[in-house]
């Protein structure tokens, strides 16, 4: 059977930010590198999919990345009011053919290893500038990225000034509780660790 003949299955997953679920698929909905974040409907225009969930008033934000869309709700509803709602929606919509993202936004993208292969999916990376930074993103992809990603959420490297780090973090990772104990003790401590001459601080900068 080819891969496009088979149906859409989509589960819901908790994520570490108590306001996000991430809601998996079976198949990709986007080519590998290649993400998606979305604010406000207004941004939404070349998304067909992103501009539909909006139309749920108590959707906030949406991040679409690899088999994923991560939501983000408004703090008037709990999940298990419109978990259901938006996994049956998501289904229906993707096993109905329509359109996901016809052309990705561009945003203000940090610069990570990636950076060849997403380049052509209309970014604005720029490549790394020396070793220190090399090995800052090289830690980020290997170690951090994963868990990152597993959490429905998305961290690239931008820059390194003074010896203070400078990431980006979407999706889940966006305005989750939690984030700056992860930027801290996890991100922070690691590069501490592996870089001490080069890197003192780590922040997170707003998307």
């Known amino acids: 059977m080819n891969i496009q003949d088979i149906p859409y299955i989509i589960y819901a997953e908790e994520t570490p930010n108590p306001s996000s679920v991430k ?32 139309q749920f008033p108590f959707v906030k934000r949406v991040f ?25 929606f998501i289904t ?5 053919g329509n359109s996901i993202i016809n052309k990705l936004p561009e945003q203000k993208v940090a610069k990570d ?13 720029t490549a790394p500038g020396n ?15 994963p868990a990152v990603e ?5 961290i690239t490297f931008k820059e390194l000034k003074d010896g203070v780090v400078t990431v980006q973090m979407r999706g889940s990772c966006s305005g989750c509780p939690s984030s700056t104990m992860t930027l801290k ?23």
Do not use: C, M
């Not at 679409?64 to 049956?88: G, H």
């Open 113 to 125: 290893s990636s950076f060849k292969e997403t380049v052509s999916i209309n970014t604005q990376h």
């Open 64 to 88: 679409i990345q690899s088999n994923y869309i991560t939501i983000t709700k408004q703090d008037a509803l709990e999940w298990e009011e419109i978990r259901d709602e938006l996994r049956v």
């Open 23 to 54: 809601f998996v698929a079976n198949k990709l909905l986007l080519v590998s590198g290649a993400s998606a974040e979305y604010l406000s409907p207004s941004e939404t225009i070349d998304a067909p999919i992103a501009q539909k969930l909006f």
């Open 92 to 96: 229906e919509y993707l096993n109905k």
């Open 131 to 145: 070793d220190v930074e090399n090995k800052i993103i090289e830690v980020l992809e290997q170690y951090i990225r």
């Open 185 to 207: 003790a996890g991100i922070e401590a690691l590069l501490k660790r592996l870089l001490p001459d080069d890197v003192k601080e780590v922040v997170s900068e707003a998307v």
């Open 150 to 154: 597993q959490d429905g959420g998305l």
